[in-house]
């Protein structure tokens, strides 16, 4: 028999990522080795994000492009998993009549026995639905060949927060937290084979153990972590303001190893628009958290996430978010236009925003936030950084990795470092999206 192989294609956030990455691993024990592109493929995998429409959208350009290749070789097994496959469940089957399988995101653990029941019965199989307790939650992080120096590591799963135009609770379940003695032995087990950095994720990391009930709590985690001499970097995502707290900015402040970072979507800077949202904060509260943090931990970097043309969005509004953006001063933002999701309470409400003003408020958001980025980029050169090497540019050769603060450095020439190196660096330009670094000597 020939050798089989696998695709798997991944959309949206770093929890996908992660899980993409678990299940390419399950599919090397089951013997497949990674195909070049989809179409030459035995099984592929379209790891799929529901959060904006633009992401749907690729979900179902990317499964058309399969249908010639299904008609060539029947025997390809095509399967949607994550966020759109969650959602869509059997209408998503019957819609995409080439589709072997819908794999939902408390399922990713049952990848291989779906491939199975489709390769035995030919029959789709709908793999969907929430579990009480995610068996994939407690699927080891893979960490295959030669070690990366970074890992994901996965803390929860899910959220209970039902911001009012996010569908991730729909799609990825209410909290969960995976139980520290599991993580820690996750965490000693790969920095063993040589990985220096993990980013712990969760939809809301902050409220790490709240749903165990039994004192857990992500300071403590975060304690404990740092107590493993083999790790160098502790990075986290995603923070909710509401849940973000004094304790936290303490724990960062106070341990060597948790990285001086924190992405704290802030969404709007307009108090009306975070009440519709149902954030749980007024721009205030966020106003007060990050005097805090600034306070605790010297040289925090802040990036946040920015929706604009919520419904009802007025210009008064929306200027106010831009003010926020001019008074923080975030390090970096990640910036969408609206996007209406079904089944969302945002979905339907009045007043939605036209796209033109949506993208001209984009535009400006981006124009604001860009000039305050390179400020900072330009104010760090001459400053000696810690990098910790991730890899080598391809065209360039030039190895880069990324400052504790999370900013991407490049190095001017190759000299002497490997993968996982951490070294001293001198940032010696600022750029738009980076900055140069040469190695201290
Ligand atoms: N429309 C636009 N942006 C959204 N986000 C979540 N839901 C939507 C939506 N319906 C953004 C938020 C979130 C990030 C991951 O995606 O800013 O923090
Ligand atoms: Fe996309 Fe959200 Fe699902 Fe991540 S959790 S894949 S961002 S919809």
């Known amino acids: 028999m020939s050798e089989s192989t696998y695709y798997i294609e991944t959309y949206g956030c770093q929890m996908n990522e992660h899980d993409s990455e678990k299940m390419s691993a399950m599919l090397e024990d089951m013997g497949l080795t990674r195909a070049l592109s989809p179409n030459e493929a035995e099984v592929v995998v379209i790891n799929t994000c529901a959060i904006r429409e633009k992401a749907e959208h690729k979900v179902y350009s990317a499964l058309g492009k399969l249908k010639a290749s299904k008609k060539k070789k029947p025997d390809m097994v095509i399967i949607a998993a994550g966020c759109v496959a969650e959602q869509g469940r059997g209408a998503l089957l019957r819609k995409v009549g080439h589709l072997d399988a819908v794999l939902g995101t408390h399922r990713i653990s049952q990848l291989t026995s779906v491939i199975e029941r489709v390769r035995k019965t030919r029959q789709p199989v709908d793999a969907t639905g929430f579990a009480e307790d995610v068996a994939s939650l407690h699927l080891p992080a893979p960490c295959r060949g030669p070690s990366p120096a970074c890992s994901y590591v996965t803390v929860m799963q899910g959220c ?229 090497i991730e890899g080598v540019r391809e065209r360039s050769g030039q190895p880069f990795g990324r400052t504790r603060t999370n900013k991407m450095v490049n190095l001017d020439s190759a000299d002497a470092v490997r993968q996982g190196d951490l070294v001293r660096v001198e940032i010696i330009r600022g750029l738009k999206h980076s900055l140069l670094g040469k190695k201290r000597g």
């Open 160 to 388: 209970s927060n039902f911001c009012s135009y996010c569908v991730v609770p729909y799609t990825r379940g209410p909290e969960q937290s995976r139980p520290a003695g599991e993580i820690l032995h996750e965490v000693r087990a790969i920095t063993e084979r040589g990985v220096k950095e993990i980013t712990l994720l969760g939809q809301n990391v902050n409220a790490y153990g709240k749903d165990l009930g039994d004192g857990t709590a992500f300071p403590a985690l975060l304690e404990d972590l740092n107590g493993i001499p083999a790790l160098s970097r502790v990075r986290f995502t995603t923070s909710h303001p509401r849940d973000f707290g004094p304790e936290i900015a303490a724990a960062m402040g106070m341990l060597d190893s948790v990285c001086e970072h924190i992405h704290l979507p802030l969404q709007s800077g307009s108090d009306r628009i975070l009440h519709a949202m149902r954030r749980g904060y007024g721009r205030d509260d966020y106003l007060r958290k990050i005097a805090i943090l600034r306070d605790t931990v010297p040289r925090v970097a802040i990036t946040a996430d920015i929706i604009v043309g919520f419904p009802g969005e007025t210009t008064e509004d929306f200027e106010q978010t831009v003010s926020a953006l001019e008074e923080i001063r975030f390090d970096q933002i990640f910036s969408f236009k609206f996007s209406p999701r079904p089944g969302t309470s945002a979905c339907h409400l009045p007043d939605q925003v036209p796209d033109e003003i949506k993208v001209a408020r984009l535009a400006k958001v981006h124009a604001v936030q860009d000039r305050i980025t390179e400020q900072y980029h330009r104010n760090a050169e001459g400053t000696e950084e810690e990098i910790l």
